[in-house]
Structure formats: C-alpha cells, structure tokens
C-alpha cells in the first residue's frame, strides 16, 4: 500500500550540487519515519540519513555531515535530499525507506523506493 518512488538524480561534476526527492503514496509521510540510503556498486547498502517521525530530530551518517541536508514538504508528501559539494565517493543509487522508527541499518526499514542513480565524474 505504502509506495516511494525517488527522483532527481543525473551525472554531474565534482563540487556540484543535487536535489533528490521522493513522493510517498498511501500514506502520509509524518506517519514514518522517513531515510535515504545509498548503494554503490558491488557494495552493500549504506545509510545517509533519517528523519524520525512527526518533524522529529535527524540523524546523519559521517559522510553526509556539513554536506547533506534531509528535509520534508508535509503538503506534497515528499521527503528531499539536499546534497552538496559532491565528489566520486557519492556516486551510488540512492534510495528512500520508510518505516515506523529511525534505524541506520536495511533491515530496519519496511518499504524502500526503486532508487535513483547519481554519477559525480572526477
């Protein structure tokens, strides 16, 4: 019932910056808990960032820190990923999850998005 679908990735520069976004359907996105996580090839899914529920507190992973900002519009049901400063270690398919409480691992989160790819070339 609870669909995410993810946007806004591309191929870009080093130092550039990306907005990524992710629509949530059948539910309201306060409901959850809401994470961005990322994938590398031949890596294992990594988080980036959650939000707990109800404009609860964030929590972000080292790499994210001072460079990636997670945000939400209650109104369109979307959560955002702000990133900046880019460099060739971002490059991954990044996902969104959601799930009743904030974890940093994948088998806390109960629904994920199909992922969006950003490429960041040297």
């Known amino acids: 019932q609870v669909q995410l679908a993810e946007s806004g990735g591309g191929l870009v520069q080093t130092g550039a910056s990306l907005n990524l976004s992710c629509v949530v359907s059948g539910r309201a996105v306060n409901d959850y808990a809401m994470g961005w996580f990322r994938q590398a090839p031949g890596k294992e899914r990594e988080f980036v960032v959650g939000i707990r529920r109800n404009g609860g507190s964030t929590y972000y992973a080292d790499s994210a820190k001072g460079r990636f900002t997670i945000s939400k519009d209650n109104a369109k049901n979307t959560v955002y990923l702000q990133m900046n400063r880019l460099n060739a270690e971002d490059t991954a398919v990044y996902y969104c999850?959601?799930?009743?409480?904030?974890?940093?691992?994948?088998?806390?989160?109960?629904?994920w998005g199909q992922g969006t790819q950003v490429t960041v070339s040297a």
């Open positions: 999850a959601a799930d009743p409480n904030l974890s940093t691992v994948v088998r806390g989160w109960r629904y």
